[in-house]
């Protein structure tokens, strides 16, 4: 998947614009639950890398539609990856979307406890070590909650390869696979997900 996702970029299509479609789709995924659920109460958690700007794009595609939600990055702002702060910049101008300050820890795992609904984009496809603080802290409250748990692409801290937990791993109810599934889902039993369309032209797929 990172070869082509750099293949893509090559091609002329930038990682910005994936992302907007990453968010778009994890956006209509997430409505038809909180339809479904009569969710109210919705947390977003973006780690630093670009899974996590998919996720903060998606909490601007919700806004759209009227959904107020908490957003906690976690990492500093500095930190993100460039499209990431790209996102970070237009939800900070987004009054349905409070962003909840990622250095108090005890606050955000407050949030995540009294959460109906949670979106993980804390880790991406490319996790390959243990999990350490603040985000142990946070996936283990994540799992200790009784919220319903859609992660971006891969549950935070599965190894897309391998199907490895290093630590520790968001158990997920519900995945929203970008393009295309990943080995790990081969490997083991993943939970409910979807395969959504990012955009990635069919010549560069292989």
Not at 48 to 68: C, F, Q
Not at 116 to 127: A, Q, T
């Amino acid at each position: 998947m990172k070869s082509i996702d750099q293949k893509t970029v090559s091609y002329g299509m930038p990682i910005e614009l994936m992302m907007e479609n990453a968010g778009r789709e994890i956006c209509n995924q997430t409505l038809k639950i909180i339809k479904k659920r009569n969710i109210k109460k919705i947390l977003v958690i973006a780690g630093h890398g670009n899974n996590g700007g998919g996720v903060i794009a998606a909490s601007r595609h919700l806004s759209t539609y009227g959904i107020s939600l908490k957003l906690v990055v976690l990492g500093t702002k500095n930190s993100l990856s460039t499209p990431g702060k790209l996102n970070l910049s237009l939800v900070r101008k987004n009054q349905k979307i409070q962003i909840i300050d990622s250095k108090n820890l005890q606050n955000v795992l407050d949030e995540i406890n009294t959460s109906e609904l949670i979106l993980d984009g804390i880790f991406g496809i490319g996790i390959n070590r243990d999990i350490l603080d603040p985000y142990y802290s946070v996936i283990s409250a994540i799992n200790d909650s009784n919220a319903y748990v859609i992660s971006n692409d891969v549950p935070s801290g599965i190894n897309a390869d391998s199907a490895k937990i290093y630590n520790i791993a968001v158990k997920s109810n519900y995945l929203v696979v970008l393009h295309k599934p990943k080995t790990w889902m081969l490997k083991t039993k993943p939970p409910k997900f979807i395969v959504v369309n990012i955009g990635i032209p069919i010549e560069v797929d292989d």
